[in-house]
């Protein structure tokens, strides 16, 4: 083999090297502790045995969780905040009201250079306002599973953009809102934040 054909590969191992080491180094910035703010909107549908009725609203939160990274593969848990009111009209007449929706997420997704895609299952609660007869307003809460998916892109070192859709079925079987049979909660957040 000539000195050529050895330069050749010690040059192309070298870079093959760094690039192992680069992205490496991109997937590991994703570990550790991360929180940041988000702003929501949200859909869905609500039933009773008669009638179909559908509710929106928008909601502003926070978020914080952790992240740990095998190599591009990432896994986490999040606990997340939203404040906003997701309501139900019939008519002009509301319904119903799902609001300060928690959730206890856990995160599964691979590192692609700077963006993180992943998925999400975990646990909902919301407080539940249902609106009756002369404007009265009885309280209770509901519970749901949450499913869906998300990317985030690094901006710089430590800060991200992402975006994140999830799914929930609402468990009405307790409180007042057994007055409906269930319910249904879509919701895409705009997420920005910082890792730590």
Known sequence: MSKQNHAELAIKG????????????KAQDFDGLYGGLSYTNGSGDVHDNNDTYSFDGN???GFIGYNHVMGDWLFGAELAFSNGDYESFYGNNP?????NVRDLKLRAGRVLGKTLVYGVVGRSTMDIDIFGAFNTVDDGDASATAIGLGFETSL??????GGEYLTR???????????FDDATLNTFSLRVGLRF
Request: proline content about 3%; hydrophobic content about 50%.
């Open 14 to 25: 070298g870079a093959a090297v760094i690039v192992a080491m680069a992205g490496a180094a």
């Open 59 to 61: 909601a502003g939160g």
């Open 156 to 161: 710089g070192n430590k800060g991200f953009v």
């Open 169 to 179: 079925e609402l468990d009405l079987s307790s409180g007042p809102a057994l007055y």
């Open 95 to 99: 319904q119903m009201d799902a609001e």
